[in-house]
């Protein structure tokens, strides 16, 4: 998650987001920190590589999220 994390600051993701995914990962929400980066980055339209969306999949898998939840991030490939 923390590799999430790095690469949607990476991406400028505003530090707001940041900042609650981080706070939501301190405190063990697993599921909140990747819904708040996911979510928010697909709101501000923020374009992405396969590889990040391969890291978003691959994380979702290991925290055993149905696809559906997460594979709307195709949309952002560039």
Not at 40 to 49: G, S
Request: charged share 25%; glycine share 2%.
């Amino acid at each position: 998650m923390q590799k999430l994390i790095f690469v949607s600051t990476n991406l400028n993701l505003p530090n707001k987001d940041i900042i609650i995914a981080k706070e939501y990962l301190n405190v063990n929400e697993f599921e909140l920190c990747f819904s708040t980066l996911i979510t928010q980055l697909y709101e501000y339209d923020i374009k992405i590589d396969y590889t990040i969306y391969e890291l978003i999949a691959k994380i979702g898998e290991l925290m055993k999220i149905d696809h559906l939840h997460y594979s709307f991030m195709k949309d952002l490939i560039k």
